[in-house]
């Protein structure tokens, strides 16, 4: 079974910096997409950047980024120039690229971002 | 913009008490899904249906049950509400096939005293 693995319930950063958050997953499967969720205050569920493994480029957002290293089975998101509005908690998340492909989140990261 | 409507955002309920949240997407999904998301632990399945009157367990369904009876609407039920069953709730679709991208509804937080 795939698992994603948050190390850090919690993160801080200055605004107007860059903060890096991390994620780890473990799977047998080739063929999958990887993907960081934004949920602010508000609850709703924000897709902030997606990967599709077979992609060797990393995804990029805007401010946002991705460091994907599928043989380490890593795949950590980078927030450029901070802002207030980026304090959120963040989730990684894996899906199957199989018709269906349920998501498997990770534990979340609460980012908080200091002015 | 695909919506998800989850009926409550707020719930409070008696232990014992039969519980329904309710969840409608009007884009003519055919995946729908229900987290349950607890601090510390992320979100976890609890059920997902890929059609009508279709629905396949989570990692984590025991003491809930689904009803999938209309393609728009999924509802998830708490045959007799636990206080282990306190949490946020959220429903998700999806298009079939190999589009990967999910629409959540807002949540529901319940709780049961």
């Known amino acids: 079974a795939q698992t994603v693995t948050q190390s850090q319930p919690e993160m801080s950063v200055q605004e107007a910096e860059t903060v890096t958050l991390s994620c780890t997953y473990d799977?047998?499967?080739?063929?999958?997409?990887l993907f960081w969720y934004k949920q602010p205050p508000s609850r709703q569920m924000i897709l902030v950047i997606r990967?599709?493994?077979?992609?060797?480029q990393n995804a990029t957002e805007n401010r946002f980024s991705v460091n994907f290293q599928k043989a380490a089975k890593s795949f950590s998101l980078k927030i450029s120039d901070s802002q207030l509005g980026d304090a959120a908690m963040y989730f990684c998340?894996?899906?199957?690229?199989?018709?269906?492909?349920?998501?498997?989140f990770g534990q979340g990261t609460e980012l908080s971002v200091k002015p | 913009d695909v919506k998800v409507t989850q009926s409550s955002r707020y719930l409070v309920k008696r232990t014992g008490e039969k519980v329904f949240l309710e969840c409608v997407q009007d884009?003519?999904?055919?995946?729908m899904f229900w987290y349950r998301q607890d601090p510390g632990l992320g979100l976890r399945l609890i059920y997902f249906?890929?059609?009508?009157?279709?629905?396949e367990k989570g990692d984590i369904p025991e003491g809930y049950s689904v009803s999938r009876e209309k393609k728009e609407r999924f509802s998830l039920i708490l045959e007799s509400a636990s206080t282990n069953q306190t949490s946020m709730y959220l429903c998700?679709?999806?298009?079939?096939?190999?589009?990967?991208?999910?629409?959540f509804g807002s949540g529901t937080r319940l709780t049961v005293v």
């Open positions: 998700a679709s999806s298009l079939a096939g190999v589009s990967p991208g999910y629409t």
């Open positions: 799977t047998s499967e080739s063929d999958y997409y």
């Open positions: 990967q599709e493994a077979y992609k060797q």
């Open positions: 998340a894996y899906r199957s690229h199989n018709q269906g492909g349920k998501l498997i």
């Open positions: 884009m003519d999904h055919e995946n």
């Open positions: 249906s890929y059609d009508v009157k279709m629905k």
